[in-house]
């Protein structure tokens, strides 16, 4: 089965998010004046249960969805995290099972997450100075952590790992030829983001916005590049490569190359609501549908009627946009 939206984009992926909590407090995402020691965090019973998550995945994979991606908040905090990993594995029509962390944990969860059934594996990554990391991450748990997780990753039977990171103008795009001969060095495939201007609290400017193209001059200082052939559909990332063939690399234009005409992406948050867009302002209820004894028949045409309406082009629309609308929050829905 496939389902369309208005603008004849097909319902494929699903980001899934397994918690609202963090144990970082990136200033981009979630910065500590807000979500500080009083945060009202969602609640134990708040949250869907993993065979809530499951039940739904499975309703997801009859409409369509091929591709499940594990996001938070921070995925790895969730406990038993494996378990869930092993019962959406389980789950007919699911090609593709990925999760993306911020790697502090890794080191313990890698292998349990590989033999559960975790199929790809994305690390965020901005800096490889252990004092920029403490201030851009704002955590007291060290980047060395994280660099060990990635070995034990690694070693999990992961890989090639994304590592992805978010370039900020005068913060951290003095690295980009450090970050990019690291992940050549290591086999892993670093993707640059363009920082987005998501949620309400991150103070975004387009100015700080270091622009995908830019990026591309910069990493040719390491040898030719070039494009990988792709086609265009539901494509996020333009996939480049050295010339020498010693290692893939990708960008992320979310700014200056909206790719919204692809977007085939659904979103979950950790309670339950449906989001059809990184930039929604609100979201359907799938929780209360759950809990209130409706079928997964009408819980999949609550879903496919949502998609069928579907109009979002935020990115798109970002150049015009003049307002102040209501949006959620990334850690809430997921990246
Ligand atoms: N905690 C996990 C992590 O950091 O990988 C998963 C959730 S996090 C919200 C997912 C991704 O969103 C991360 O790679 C993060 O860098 C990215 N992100 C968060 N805020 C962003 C922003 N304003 N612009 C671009 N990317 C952002
Ligand atoms: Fe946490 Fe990831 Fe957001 Fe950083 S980007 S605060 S690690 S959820
Ligand atoms: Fe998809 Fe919304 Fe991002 Fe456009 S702005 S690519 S519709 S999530």
């Not at 987005?196 to 100015?207: A, E, H, I, S």
Request: proline share 4%.
């Amino acid at each position: 089965m496939v389902v369309m939206d208005t603008r004849s984009r097909p319902l494929r992926a699903l980001r899934l998010s397994v918690t609202d909590r963090c144990n970082f407090r990136c200033p981009y995402c979630m910065p500590r004046e807000v979500f500080g020691a009083d945060y009202p965090f969602l609640d134990r019973k708040e949250i869907l249960r993993f065979e809530e998550i499951e039940r739904l995945a499975a309703i997801f994979a009859l409409q369509g969805v091929q591709k499940v991606r594990l996001t938070g908040g921070e995925p790895l905090l969730r406990k038993g995290l494996p378990d869930l990993v092993a019962r959406l594995a389980r789950i007919t029509g699911l090609e593709d099972l990925a999760l993306t962390t911020n790697g502090a944990l890794l080191q313990e969860l890698a292998k349990p997450l590989k033999e559960a059934g975790l199929q790809r594996l994305t690390v965020s990554l901005d800096t490889l100075d252990p004092a920029r990391f403490r201030k851009l991450c704002d955590t007291e748990i060290p980047l060395s952590r994280v660099l060990s997780g990635l070995v034990a990753a690694r070693s999990a039977g992961f890989g090639p790992i994304k590592l992805n990171c978010v370039l900020q103008r005068s913060i951290n795009e003095d690295e980009i030829l450090d970050l990019a001969r690291f992940a050549r060095e290591e086999g892993h495939i670093l993707r640059f983001i363009e920082f987005m201007d998501v949620g309400t609290r991150n103070g975004w400017k387009l100015d700080a916005v270091v622009p995908a193209d830019e990026v591309l001059a910069k990493l040719s200082e390491l040898g030719a590049i070039e494009p990988i052939p792709e086609p265009l559909n539901g494509r996020v990332v333009e996939r480049w490569r050295y010339c020498d063939g010693s290692a893939e690399f990708g960008v992320i234009a979310s700014v200056t190359k909206a790719f919204c005409g692809g977007c085939d992406r659904a979103r979950l948050s950790a309670e339950g609501s449906l989001y059809t867009c990184l930039f929604a302002g609100s979201g359907l209820d799938l929780k209360a549908a759950l809990r209130n004894g409706s079928s997964d028949a009408e819980i999949g045409a609550m879903i496919t009627n949502v998609w069928k309406r579907r109009e979002d082009r935020y990115s798109e629309l970002r150049s015009s946009r003049t307002g102040g609308a209501p949006k959620v929050e990334m850690f809430h829905i997921g990246g």
